[in-house]
């Protein structure tokens, strides 16, 4: 069975940087997208990132698009998420998620969250 766990959150002061990371376990899995989302206390979830697995074309949510860099290591089954400049708004938990493709069409996998705390 597929999971995805996130990892690298933390209690960061304004103006500092945060590597998130998303490895995915459990054997086989075929994944067309991966992407971050985050959702602050009382909002809703929001888009931040995707990446195409294979071709690795990106793109961001335009707020952040200055500041947080996506990326994916294949050997590694993982995908990252690099946050500079960190601000109070960015505070929220981060979450993983991947769209099937091939065999796995149609599947969604979502991780458990990692929670960014940015203090000022």
């Known amino acids: 069975q597929v999971q995805l766990v996130e990892s690298g959150g933390g209690l960061v002061h304004a103006g500092g940087s945060l590597r998130l990371s998303c490895a995915v376990s459990?054997?086989?899995?075929?994944?067309?997208?991966m992407a971050w989302f985050r959702q602050a206390a009382g909002k809703g979830r929001e888009f931040v990132a995707d990446?195409?697995?294979?071709?690795?074309?990106?793109s961001y949510e335009e707020s952040v698009k200055a500041r947080f860099t996506i990326s994916r290591d294949i050997a590694k089954k993982t995908m990252y998420l690099q946050i500079d400049d960190l601000k109070p708004e960015d505070t929220a938990v981060y979450y993983c998620?991947?769209?099937?493709?091939?065999?796995?069409?149609?599947?969604?996998?979502w991780g458990q969250g990692t929670q960014v705390t940015v203090f000022s």
């Open positions: 998620n991947a769209d099937g493709t091939g065999w796995a069409r149609g599947r969604e996998y």
């Open positions: 990446i195409i697995w294979d071709g690795g074309r990106a």
């Open positions: 459990g054997g086989r899995f075929s994944f067309y997208r």
